[in-house]
């Protein structure tokens, strides 16, 4: 971090997304101007504004505040998502600014600091904020650095010290390569970002380089059953860390902990779905790694509130259940799908979808089609495109085709509420990556009264 004490002021393009708008508010925290533009205005962009951080919406030279145009003291941060073209980003690369990509700043900032990392291609959200609030809630100084907003803290950032930082590794673009994890987890490698990786094959590699990264005298865990060499963690198997005697009483997982010492006796944990237990054993596996005190892990993990749009209970009541989840991959689906049944069994549930990325959609369409139709009924919305352009062909209603349900529609985003109402479902869950997450307070207020 010493290369950047001169900078005074810092830019971010693309400042709305998650992982950005964590590093805005750490450099707000450290005193720093900060300042940035996204495309359109969110919850999570107005909390922002509301902590001091500039935000502008126009890709616009004249909308730069004066004193981040200074190329002596401003740093400038973006993503891989925003488009070579986007005209503040040129302005700053033609006049020389000090420009670094979002993952490269990340390691920037754990260089030299006791990292734990987590990474995969699905669960490393849910791992990290979990892993984050078991080491704050156990005495650690930790600063965590989340890819969704905690429910615990309400942020996506932890800030209790700096002697150890928790970061989700991010795969997307290769981000996690810039990372110095000292204790890293792989939760799944799952064919993902084809867009990026062009094959299955790639995608696996690029996270045996991920695992390189680790010291010899650092951890690495894995999902048992990952063809990668490293610690293992599952549910109910031979795995180094396991969860064994699990039960489920009102809603919440009792369980004990194998790990290879020892059993550790009479956890709990209140995030409902197999994935999401598999997630809570990774972060205890990691923190114990780490050296956080055992006694104080049954407390913390049972204290855990979970994280906005990871299974989240919206509604729920004897008559309707509104949950809102970002699952985007046929895998997550289909995990929604497992712990909807589980903790509401016999019940009818409407899955309302947005599919995310017209490649992501076309490479895996036969997946998506198979995980959609394990739902009663499926209301389907077109393709939010992000930062991508249509692929002829690949839309919502040649997706729904595919899906083996006698009750499926595609509907339009204006019309959610109208559509839920009519079907009468008891259990209704939302998902998507895509801006399906901001019409989630409007269903819920229209369907409260109902419920």
Do not use: C
């Not at 002596?72 to 986007?86: D, F, S």
């Amino acid at each position: 971090m010493q290369a950047l004490n001169h900078i005074q002021n810092i830019y971010f393009i693309g400042i709305g997304g998650i992982g950005m708008s964590a590093l805005a508010r750490y450099f707000k925290f450290l005193g720093k101007n900060v300042a940035g533009y996204d495309k359109t205005s969110t919850s999570l962009t107005r909390t922002m504004e509301a902590e001091g951080v500039v935000v502008v919406y126009d890709d616009d030279l004249k909308a730069i505040p004066v004193e981040f145009k200074n190329k002596e003291n401003t740093l400038v941060v973006y993503t891989p998502a925003v488009p070579a073209a986007h005209k503040q980003l040129v302005y700053f690369k033609e006049n020389e600014f000090l420009l670094k990509k979002r993952a490269a700043l990340l390691g920037l900032i754990s260089k030299g600091k006791t990292t734990l990392a987590v990474a995969g291609t699905h669960g490393k959200t849910t791992t990290t904020a979990i892993l984050g609030h078991l080491l704050k809630e156990t005495g650690a100084k930790v600063t965590g650095f989340l890819g969704g907003i905690s429910e615990d803290i309400q942020s996506n950032l932890i800030l209790k010290g700096d002697e150890v930082v928790v970061v989700e590794a991010d795969e997307f673009d290769r981000s996690f390569l810039h990372l110095s994890p000292n204790i890293a987890a792989i939760t799944a490698m799952d064919a993902d970002h084809l867009d990026i990786y062009g094959s299955k094959e790639e995608l696996e590699d690029t996270f045996r380089q991920f695992a390189k990264l680790v010291p010899e005298n650092g951890t690495l865990f894995v999902k048992n059953g990952l063809a990668i060499a490293g610690k293992t963690f599952g549910i109910e198997d031979n795995s180094d860390y396991s969860a064994q005697n699990i039960k489920i009483k009102n809603g919440s997982y009792h369980f004990d902990l194998k790990t290879p010492n020892e059993v550790i006796k009479d956890f709990m944990f209140n995030l409902p779905g197999k994935h999401n237990l598999l997630n809570a054993i990774t972060a205890l596996a990691m923190a114990i790694q780490y050296g956080s005190p055992i006694p104080r892990l049954t407390g913390a993990l049972y204290s855990f509130k979970g994280v906005k749009r990871r299974f989240s209970y919206k509604i729920k009541s004897d008559s309707l259940v509104l949950i809102d989840d970002y699952a985007h991959h046929p895998a997550e689906i289909a995990a929604v799908n497992q712990a909807v049944r589980e903790m509401h069994p016999g019940k009818k549930v409407l899955a309302v979808f947005q599919p995310h990325l017209f490649s992501r959609t076309k490479d895996f369409a036969e997946d998506f089609a198979k995980s959609l139709s394990l739902f009663d009924e499926l209301f389907l919305l077109d393709i939010y495109p992000a930062r991508e352009l249509p692929i002829e062909g690949v839309t919502s209603s040649w997706l729904l085709e595919k899906v083996n349900s006698n009750s499926k529609k595609l509907i339009q985003k204006e019309n959610i509420i109208a559509e839920i109402k009519r079907s009468k479902p008891e259990i209704v869950v939302l998902m998507g990556a895509g801006s399906i997450g901001e019409e989630v307070e409007s269903v819920k207020k229209a369907l409260q009264d109902e419920a």
